[in-house]
């Protein structure tokens, strides 16, 4: 029998993913050891009218921006950073 360790992460959400979901984060419980795309790939099975955005989202982690193979940690706050228009 494994016990799989859990890990507790805050996902902030902007732009489409924020209009998507209609809260400005998420609190989520995973696995220990999650990287940080398992957290979109759940997301966009959601929702998956976000999948257009996959390719051009970045990922950040505690305020870095980091690559998508980024290993998560108990407490960690991650942003989805669609695409967004301005003026």
């Known amino acids: 029998m494994s016990n799989i360790s ?7 959400l902007f732009a ?3 209009e998507a979901y209609n809260v400005s984060e998420l609190k989520l419980e995973l696995p ?9 790939d759940s997301l966009l099975s959601e929702k ?5 955005w996959r390719s051009l989202t970045r990922f950040g982690v ?7 193979d980024t290993l998560l940690h108990d407490g ?8 967004v228009s301005g003026g």
């Open 6 to 12: 859990k890990i507790k992460v805050v996902v902030k």
């Open 16 to 18: 489409a993913y924020q």
């Open 32 to 40: 220990e050891n999650t990287p940080i795309k398992s957290v979109l």
């Open 48 to 52: 998956p009218e976000l999948e257009k």
């Open 62 to 68: 505690n305020f870095k921006f980091v690559d998508e």
């Open 76 to 83: 960690d706050e991650i942003v989805l950073i669609p695409p």
